[in-house]
């Protein structure tokens, strides 16, 4: 296998070596994304979980290749771990080179690269490099035999070490005075080790080598565990970040147009750590702190939201280097904490107006709710809902082997599509606004007048100036523009206006004489143009 992907990597070498770097990833950094957690998506052979041919069949409701219409536009498909795993949510992967037969084959993969790319979509795949499952060949050979040369590809100590994850113990024993290091109960991998590290590396490029547009890293701010004196550091070390800097070359040499997307649960200070050229130079990470004030943006309100885009993109080197996201497969749903389809849709108006990359979890766009009868993960990882015949539409079977979501016979594509004033449309409608706006994705926010029930800020692309307003109240609300605060922009002071959003038959270019007031109805949004 590694003479096999030593030759892909000398193929993609010669085919994209001399590629300009500049611009290969703006698919990516003009793009929006979508995840799904793939057992939960679509069916298309009737044994009741989810499937490669299945999304296959729905790839049009994402993106049918056509600007305009009822299709999402989606750039870009996050698709949870597909690899061959003992488990229903992957991250525990047995064999990185083989699909998990329940979803399909490799030959199905390929006919998905195949149907995305002529719609205009890549496929960005999920990447555990942190651990692998209990059930690895690998982990099995060196838990089974201390003399085995894979022993020094994992952590094992004879002693149960002080080293802690949340508070408590990460060391599994497999004997007495036989301990391995699993930060998520599963094996690290010992990532420094040359051999592990190659091994990883080889991954990457055989799926590169398929045509996949990135990797998501799960969890790689666990990657590489220090110690130094005894005193331990399980996340984001030195180590972690140099060991990605290799990656990320490795990856750009083959590709550079392939993207690398980081899980890094903290603070936006570390996650500016990853996506620095003298960091982990990744190409984005997930903005965590950012989709936790949206989620709660109707108690701390418009003004913390604004003031946090800020502080955000201050603490980054750009605003197209943060994924902003309505949610994802380890978060509760949108729908079931904001109750109402106007807030909903203020919400989606938000999230669609940040600079950065957006990113919609499957079913927020319907409103999806929790499942019913269970609890933790699965509550949020439920079959997505297509219309209401039997089990959602989401299957034939007779029952579906993944939970449904409550009121499923209301919240599905086909009722959502056939009201013009639903959350889907309004998803539908922001997205197109969204790349109605070049350069948006890597605009500057700049906050003006916000307040709890009204944010009020600029936004700045490469070469145009915009005023944005959204009322988040169930309340008409009134705010103004004074002339003298407008930002300068390319030296000029602008004063003249459009209506960029929503747009009337007769727009015509208007001068703001001294002061703009406007009127915010509950719930609206409301661009202008500047010049």
Partial sequence: MKKYCSLLFLFFTFVYGNAEQSGATDWFKNGVGYEIFFRSFYDSNGDGIGDIK?????????????????????????????????????????????????YGTMEDFDTLIVEAD?????????????????????????????????????????????????????????????????????????????????????????WLAKGIGGFRLDA????????????EKTINTAGTLSWLRDFSKMVKDINPEAVLIGEIWDSIESIAEYVNPEGANIDAAFNFGLRGTLFNIFGFGAKMYSKKVEYSQNALLSNDSSVVFSGNHDMQRLASEITTVDDLKAVAKMLFITPGIPFIYYGDEIRSLHSMGTSGDMLYRNAMAWSNAKNAGFTTAEK???????????????????????????????????????????????????????ASF???TKTELYYCTLNISDKNQNVTIQESEIPVKDGVKRSMYEEFYPKHKENKWQKINGIKKIRVKSHELIILKLQ
Wanted: hydrophobic fraction near 35%; include cysteine; charge should be negative.
């Fill in 54 to 102: 299945g999304l296959i069949e729905k790839l049009d409701y994402l993106n049918d290749g056509v600007p305009g219409g009822n299709d999402l536009d989606i750039d870009f498909i996050w698709l949870t771990p597909i690899f061959q795993s003992g488990s229903f949510h992957g991250y525990d992967v047995i064999d990185y080179y083989t699909i998990n037969p329940r």
């Fill in 118 to 206: 002529k719609r205009g979509i890549r496929i960005i795949l999920d990447l555990v490099l942190n651990h692998c499952s209990h059930k690895h060949p690998y982990f099995l050979e060196a838990a089974g035999d201390k003399t085995s040369s894979k022993r020094d590809w994992f952590l094992f100590s004879e002693t149960n070490k002080t080293w802690m994850t949340w508070k408590k113990t990460s060391w599994g024993k497999i004997a007495e005075n036989d301990y391995f290091w699993g930060t998520f109960g599963l094996p690290d991998w010992n990532a420094e080790n040359p051999d592990t590290k190659a091994y990883l590396f080889d991954i990457a490029r055989f």
């Fill in 220 to 231: 790689i701010k666990h990657l590489i565990e220090e110690e130094d004196n005894g005193k």
């Fill in 400 to 454: 579906a082997k993944v939970l449904l979501s409550t009121e499923w016979e209301k919240r599905n594509v086909q009722n959502e599509l056939s009201n013009k004033n639903s959350v889907l449309h309004t998803y539908i409608e922001m997205i197109q606004l969204r790349k109605s706006i070049p350069g948006f994705n890597n605009a500057r926010w700049i906050e003006y007048s916000s307040t709890k029930d009204v």
């Fill in 458 to 460: 600029f936004i700045e």
